[in-house]
């Protein structure tokens, strides 16, 4: 399902941003997880990824906005597992 997908790809996503020294690497990644994001009724992850979308494309890394969509994601995958569960049940991997 998405929910399933993001609940995996965000985080996959979030190490590769703090990973990356490469701008062009880290505003692909931010549009990515502003992307997949925006299905989603997550303004603060998604103010969050479009801000540090925004700053690699200006030349820089924001370590701010970087923190700021880790804690949103954070905050943002508990809730998709726990509505992702009470729509289908518990996982039998969690």
């Given at each position: 399902?998405?929910?399933?997908?993001?609940?995996?790809?965000?985080?996959?996503l979030?190490?590769?941003?703090?990973?990356?020294?490469?701008?062009?690497?880290?505003?692909?990644?931010?549009?990515?997880?502003?992307?997949?994001?925006?299905?989603?009724?997550?303004?603060?992850?998604?103010?969050?990824?479009?801000?540090?979308?925004?700053?690699?494309?200006?030349?820089?890394?924001?370590?701010?906005a970087?923190?700021?969509?880790?804690?949103a994601?954070?905050?943002?995958?508990?809730?998709?597992?726990?509505?992702?569960?009470?729509?289908?049940?518990?996982?039998?991997?969690?």
């Amino acid at each position: 399902t998405m929910l399933s997908g993001v609940i995996d790809e965000v985080p996959r996503l979030l190490v590769q941003a703090r990973q990356t020294a490469d701008l062009s690497e880290l505003h692909r990644i931010a549009h990515t997880i502003r992307g997949v994001l925006r299905f989603l009724d997550t303004p603060r992850a998604s103010r969050a990824a479009a801000a540090l979308e925004s700053s690699a494309r200006s030349g820089r890394i924001s370590p701010e906005a970087l923190s700021e969509l880790e804690n949103a994601a954070e905050d943002l995958i508990p809730r998709l597992v726990e509505l992702l569960e009470s729509a289908h049940g518990p996982s039998s991997g969690s």
